[in-house]
C-alpha cells in the first residue's frame, strides 16, 4: 500500500505494521467526522431514496404475508453478495442444494451460509440489537464449514491485507488496522451507529458500511457481512418493515466502482461521491424490490386462480404459497408442508405439474424434484423490468 496516495484529508491514519519492508496499515479515524458531507447533491439523492424506501416499506407493510416473498429476496442477495467474493453459485443450485440435500460446493455452501446468517440476524435482532453478540455470531455462521483458521465468529488476530493473490502486503490495494487496533475501532462503530446524529439515516449506513469495510475486522466474510448488516440497520431503525431491500446486485454490477470509491474515501476523504453512490443505490434496488414484488404478488393470484378455477384442493394453494417462499418441491418437502402421505404429497404436486406451475428438474439418484420456474424467472433476471408475468403473457396469446 503506497501512503504517498494517502493525502492530508485522508480520515485516518497510517501506522507502521513492522514487516520488515516498510509497509503500513490505516486506521480509520472514530466516528463521527467533521467533514460537510450534506452537500445539494446529497441532499438530492437522500429525498429521491428515502421516497422509494417509502414506497417500499408501505408495500412490505400492507403485503398480506410478506414472510412469503421474503424468500426469493434473500436467496438472490446471498447469491448476488457472494459473487462479488467469486462465488459462482445461481438460483437453480440453491434451489437443488436446498431442496435435496445433497453435499454441496464450496460456492453453493458460501451462499447457504448467508441465507442463514441473514435469517438468524433478522430473528434475533429484536432481542440483541446490533451489537458486537450479534454481530459475532452471524459471522461464526457465515464461516461454517471454511475451518478454524478463519476464526468464526472472532476478530482477526493478525494483519491481513486487500491484495490480487500473490502480491506482498507492501503492494497491497488496501491494508486494514492491524489486530490491536480493532475492537476500538469497532467499539466507535457500534456507538457511533446507536448515538443520535444530525445526519440522515442513509448517510449515517453509507458511513457506517464503508468503516465496517475499512476496519475490516475479520480474517475472512467482511464483504457478505458488512452488506449484510445494511438490512439490518434497515429494519433496526424500522425504516423497512420486512427485510426486503439489497444492495448486493447493485454493488455486483459496479464492483470496481464500489471498490474504488471506498478506496478513495480512505486516502482522499471523497465522501460525497460514495455517498452519493451508495444512496442512488437504495433508490435503485428499493424501485427493483417494487417491481419485482408486485410481479411475485401478480403471478401468486395468477397461480391461485389457476388452481380454485381448476377445482383443486386447498392442499394444492398450500403449496402454491410454500412456492413463493421457496421455489422448489420434493415430496418430502410436501410432505412436511401438508400433513400427508407421501403419496397424498406427490398427487398434489403432480395437480401443479399438470397446470404449469411446476415442472420437474432432472437430477441423477431417486429423489424427484420439481421448481415453479416462472418464480425463479423473476428473482434471477439481472434487471426488474415492468411486464407482466410470463404466465399472464401466455394466458392472452
Not at 69 to 89: D, V
Not at 153 to 175: E, N, T
Not at 201 to 224: C, K, M, S, T
Request: proline share 8%.
Amino acid at each position: 500500500m503506497d501512503p504517498l496516495q494517502f493525502t492530508p484529508s485522508a480520515p485516518g491514519r497510517l501506522v507502521a505494521i513492522g514487516d520488515g519492508g516498510g509497509s503500513h496499515a490505516f486506521v480509520p479515524a472514530p466516528l463521527p467526522f467533521t467533514a460537510n458531507v450534506l452537500t445539494p447533491d446529497v441532499a438530492l439523492a437522500v429525498s429521491e431514496a428515502d421516497a422509494e424506501l417509502g414506497r417500499l416499506d408501505g408495500l412490505a407493510a400492507n403485503l398480506p404475508d410478506p414472510e412469503i416473498l421474503i424468500g426469493p429476496f434473500l436467496r438472490r442477495e446471498a447469491i448476488l453478495s457472494s459473487r462479488i467474493e467469486g462465488a459462482q453459485t445461481t438460483f437453480s443450485d440453491l434451489v437443488i442444494f436446498e431442496a435435496t440435500e445433497r453435499k454441496p460446493s464450496r460456492d453453493t455452501q458460501e451462499v447457504s451460509n448467508y441465507i442463514e446468517a441473514l435469517k438468524y440476524g433478522v430473528r434475533r435482532l429484536p432481542e440483541i440489537s446490533l451489537s458486537r453478540q450479534l454481530i459475532d455470531e452471524m459471522h461464526a455462521l457465515l464461516m461454517v464449514g471454511t475451518g478454524p483458521e478463519k476464526l468464526p465468529g472472532r476478530f482477526r488476530d493478525r494483519q491481513v491485507s486487500i491484495a490480487p493473490p500473490g502480491l506482498s502486503i507492501h503492494d497491497a490495494r488496501y491494508v486494514p488496522p492491524p489486530p490491536h487496533a480493532i475492537d476500538p475501532a469497532f467499539s466507535n462503530l457500534l456507538d457511533y451507529y446507536e448515538r443520535p446524529d444530525r445526519l440522515p439515516l442513509l448517510i449515517r449506513l453509507a458511513v457506517a458500511h464503508y468503516q465496517f469495510e475499512a476496519i475490516h475486522p475479520f480474517i475472512d466474510g467482511n464483504g457478505r457481512l458488512g452488506r449484510l448488516l445494511i438490512v439490518l440497520m434497515l429494519c433496526h431503525a424500522r425504516r423497512l418493515a420486512a427485510p426486503m431491500l439489497y444492495l448486493s446486485a447493485y454493488f455486483e454490477r459496479r464492483r470496481n466502482q464500489y471498490n474504488d470509491l471506498m478506496l478513495a474515501v480512505s486516502q482522499k476523504g471523497a465522501w460525497e461521491p460514495w455517498i452519493i453512490f451508495f444512496v442512488n443505490g437504495v433508490a435503485m434496488q428499493a424501485r427493483d424490490a417494487i417491481i419485482r414484488t408486485a410481479q411475485l404478488q401478480e403471478l401468486r393470484s395468477f397461480y391461485r386462480k389457476r388452481v380454485t378455477g381448476a377445482r383443486r384442493s386447498t392442499s394444492a394453494l398450500a403449496l402454491v404459497d410454500a412456492l413463493f417462499g421457496f421455489p422448489g418441491m420434493t415430496t418430502r418437502i410436501a410432505t412436511d408442508l401438508l400433513g400427508v402421505s407421501d403419496t397424498a404429497a406427490l398427487e398434489n404436486i403432480m395437480k401443479l405439474v399438470d397446470v404449469g406451475i411446476l415442472s420437474e428438474i432432472p437430477i441423477a439418484g431417486r429423489k424427484r424434484l420439481f421448481a415453479a420456474r416462472e418464480i425463479i424467472e423473476i428473482i434471477d433476471r439481472a434487471e426488474a423490468v415492468p411486464n407482466a408475468p410470463i404466465a399472464r403473457r401466455r394466458e392472452s396469446s
